[in-house]
């Protein structure tokens, strides 16, 4: 009951923060034209609308679920705002971007057990080291920041939605990445949920079926998500490059943040086993085991 309650909670929550985007466009349409800024600025305004919630429940992981369901929501308003009949490059980046986000929520779905039980060990890690500081980096670092990335990384699609688009190779080519993006994710946290149920050594490093290949198969899918929606923005094919921002952004943030800060967590907890495995398996890239790669050589 008290699990029924926080998703309750956090439903009530995002639909209060869904209706101050939707308010904040009333109030600021007469006054701001643009669509990209606008989604903008109400995307910002329902982030703050989260991080207020955060705040009272005392839960930074109040956030968790925004980075999944963003997205759709603001391909949906630009849809509506469009205000024409969906064409096949439409039904095509619905259905990309709905698997991806449908499986990250389900993904945060299963691992969530309460607002008094779950919250990201990285989040706790950064209060303990600063507390004084923590309002700010839950603000900025926890809500602001990856809503910002998020937003870039989701913009290519704005350049598909308002053009004339068409189905040609880089609509096919980025549907792809997408999909096999998101199954590379979905196979991944399967592997690694089913090693956490069994696993019984709390020293023992997960190398078993994608994780044998790359010590990061779930952050390698999540990179090339979104590097597959730059692509496929291309189904217009005057799409400006500069656009890949997004993904990039989305790269860095991964590379030279979320998993170093994973990877000194398993060095702190299994420092003999997890050493030995990054001598022995690629960091993000899905690459043969390098000590199999020496023999067969």
């Known amino acids: 009951m008290k699990?029924?309650?926080?998703?309750?909670?956090?439903?009530?929550?995002?639909?209060?923060?869904?209706?101050?985007?939707?308010?904040?466009?009333?109030?600021?349409?007469?006054l701001i034209k643009h669509p990209l800024?606008?989604?903008?600025?109400?995307?910002?305004?329902?982030?703050?609308?989260?991080?207020?919630?955060?705040?009272?429940?005392?839960?930074?992981?109040?956030?968790?679920?925004y980075w999944s369901v963003q997205s759709i929501v603001i391909i949906a308003g630009w849809l509506i705002l469009r205000n024409t009949a969906l064409n096949a490059v439409d039904i095509l980046m619905l259905i990309a971007v709905g698997f991806w986000a449908v499986r990250l929520t389900y993904n945060w779905a299963s691992t969530f057990y309460g607002l008094k039980k779950t919250q990201d060990w990285r989040y706790v890690m950064l209060k303990q080291k600063n507390p004084k500081l923590f309002f700010i980096t839950n603000l900025f670092g926890i809500n602001l920041m990856p809503t910002l990335?998020?937003?870039?990384?989701?913009?290519?699609?704005?350049?598909?939605?308002f053009n004339n688009s068409a189905i040609n190779g880089f609509t096919v080519f980025g549907l792809v990445i997408m999909i096999v993006a998101t199954l590379i994710e979905?196979?991944?946290?399967?592997?690694?949920?089913?090693?956490?149920?069994?696993?019984?050594?709390q020293q023992q490093v997960m190398d078993k079926g994608l994780w044998t290949y790359s010590r990061h198969p779930n952050y390698l899918g999540e990179i090339a998500f979104w590097w597959g929606i730059f692509v496929f923005s291309f189904s217009y094919i005057n799409t400006p490059l500069y656009i890949g921002l997004?993904?990039?952004?989305?790269?860095?943030?991964?590379?030279?943040?979320?998993?170093?800060?994973?990877?000194?967590?398993?060095?702190?907890?299994?420092?003999?086993?997890?050493?030995?495995?990054?001598?022995?398996?690629?960091?993000?890239?899905l690459l043969p085991n390098k000590k199999d790669y020496e023999k067969s050589a």
Request: net charge positive; hydrophobic share 55%.
């Open 37 to 65: 800024m606008l989604m903008l600025i109400c995307d910002i305004a329902a982030t703050l609308v989260v991080w207020f919630f955060g705040l009272i429940f005392k839960n930074a992981s109040m956030y968790d679920p």
């Open 246 to 285: 997004g993904a990039v952004s989305i790269t860095l943030l991964f590379m030279f943040i979320s998993i170093p800060m994973i990877e000194k967590k398993m060095l702190n907890t299994r420092p003999s086993s997890f050493k030995e495995y990054q001598k022995k398996v690629s960091m993000l890239l």
């Open 149 to 161: 990335l998020v937003y870039l990384g989701t913009v290519p699609l704005y350049y598909v939605i």
């Open 3 to 30: 699990r029924l309650w926080s998703f309750l909670i956090v439903t009530a929550v995002y639909i209060l923060a869904a209706a101050t985007g939707i308010l904040t466009y009333i109030l600021l349409d007469f």
């Open 186 to 201: 979905l196979i991944a946290d399967v592997q690694m949920k089913n090693f956490k149920k069994t696993n019984t050594d």
